[in-house]
């Protein structure tokens, strides 16, 4: 399996709190994704990073802000949490920008936001 | 832009029968590929077959096999010989040539009855 931890694995939070996961990764790969999956959306990609320092948006990017100091680790952060960011968090990694690399997932990030 | 359609929220299948999971997409794109991703009650992300859409050739992987039709846009999935620890949600996914963006369909439950 990819090695891929992301942190915490659940979080309970307020409404207009800070919130950041945590995405680290142990196999040196240069891209790393950030999703959201709700029922009845599957997932859809936040914002990406093609490298370190090199972010760029997704699909549904509004009210979520990234940041990648280093290859390994790739931040999500929500300044001002919303309950409808309640959601499951994945974070993805890939060695190229190419689907014949296959994104390879971590085990998710259950946030609730109440 | 592409979209990934399943129509089939929830599907059953007696264990050891085989059953068919549907998924269409669109694009005016000829280079891409598609994805099934299986999602066990665990969360994660594991990757279960891809197609190249170049090769005319479909994807066979053990017991999931996809049925890959081109012209129709349509990609589906096969999984022979059920196994109850099939029982997951199945996302198809599409990725343009070229593009690390992955656009999921919206998942479709799959119970596997003993």
């Known amino acids: 399996d990819a090695g891929i931890t992301q942190s915490p694995r659940h979080k309970v939070t307020e409404t207009g709190t800070p919130v950041t996961l945590r995405c680290h990764q142990t196999e040196n790969h240069r891209y790393m994704y950030w999703y959201r999956q709700d029922p009845g959306h599957g997932l859809r990609l936040i914002h990406y990073?093609?490298?370190?320092?090199?972010?760029d948006k997704g699909e549904v990017s509004d009210g979520y802000s990234v940041s990648r100091s280093k290859t390994e680790d790739f931040l999500l952060t929500l300044e001002s949490a919303t309950s409808s960011q309640t959601s499951v968090y994945f974070c993805?990694?890939?060695?190229?920008?190419?689907?014949?690399?296959?994104?390879?997932f971590g085990d998710g990030t259950r946030l609730s936001i109440l | 832009a592409q979209t990934v359609t399943q129509s089939q929220p929830e599907m059953s299948v007696q264990e050891a029968e085989t059953v068919t999971l549907s998924c269409t997409y669109d694009t005016s794109e000829s280079d891409y590929y598609l994805f099934w991703y299986k999602q066990p009650p665990s969360r994660q992300m594991i990757l279960v077959i891809r197609q190249e859409a170049y090769k005319q050739q479909n994807a066979t992987e053990n017991r999931f096999s996809v049925n890959f039709q081109k012209a129709a846009k349509s990609f589906s999935l096969k999984i022979s010989d059920s196994q109850l620890g099939d029982a997951a949600m199945y996302f198809c996914?599409?990725?343009?040539?070229?593009?690390?963006?992955?656009?999921f369909g919206k998942g479709t439950k799959l119970t596997v009855n003993p």
């Open positions: 990073s093609y490298g370190v320092k090199d972010t």
């Open positions: 996914a599409f990725a343009q040539g070229g593009s690390e963006k992955l656009v």
């Open positions: 993805a990694i890939s060695a190229k920008a190419t689907p014949r690399q296959p994104q390879h």
